[in-house]
């Protein structure tokens, strides 16, 4: 089997459109992941918390809108048969709204209802198990921190996709950084441009 080319969905396919700070400051959070201050409240201060962060995801998943070249990257990737998937923090409902509205094929969607979440390697572990793609031959791409933790933790290739946005301190811990999607295509098969 070729390799697998994993995606994040917010920020990375789509045009970043989540407000974190609005959501964190609606539940009460201070600074830091959400999810994991989630995972540490009481169940019914929970319950609260993870209708407030459905509802901005919801919206979002509505709302979202494409990085130029998105779909016809994943497209390419798909017909020259790589194995390509989603692996988000978000839910399944979320990933595959923002999949349908644009008509965007993955092989699988990994999603926090499926259980470790990034940054643990864990997801993309799985997904490279269940594609039995090796992870030296992978690659991992997203557009914060915790991709590319999650995908150097697997042994993945890592893609940094920053789009118009100044390079963050951290996108020297990506293999590459890119500006749009496509540029993925020559990252992953050199040899098929020539």
């Not at 940094?160 to 749009?180: E, G, N, T």
Request: net charge negative.
């Amino acid at each position: 089997m070729p390799p697998a080319v994993i995606f994040d969905l917010d920020g990375t396919l789509t045009v970043r459109n989540l407000d974190f700070d609005a959501i964190r400051a609606e539940i009460g959070l201070p600074p830091g992941p959400i999810l994991e201050a989630l995972s540490d409240m009481p169940p019914d201060q929970r319950t609260v918390a993870e209708r407030i962060l459905d509802h901005h995801e919801r919206v979002a998943a509505e709302t979202a809108t494409l990085h130029a070249g998105a779909a016809e990257t994943v497209g390419t990737l798909r017909d020259r048969a790589y194995a390509v998937a989603i692996l988000t923090r978000n839910t399944q409902p979320n990933a595959r709204r923002v999949l349908d509205r644009f008509d965007i094929h993955v092989d699988a969607i990994r999603t926090r209802e499926d259980g470790d979440i990034k940054p643990d390697p864990g997801g993309v572990l799985h997904l490279c198990e269940r594609f039995n793609a090796a992870p030296a031959d992978s690659w991992m791409v997203g557009d914060y921190l915790f991709d590319i933790q999650a995908g150097h933790g697997a042994g993945l290739k890592t893609v940094l996709m920053i789009a118009d946005a100044p390079p963050p301190d951290y996108a020297d811990r990506a293999d590459h950084v890119i500006r749009r999607l496509e540029e993925l295509l020559d990252l992953v098969d050199p040899t098929e441009n020539i």
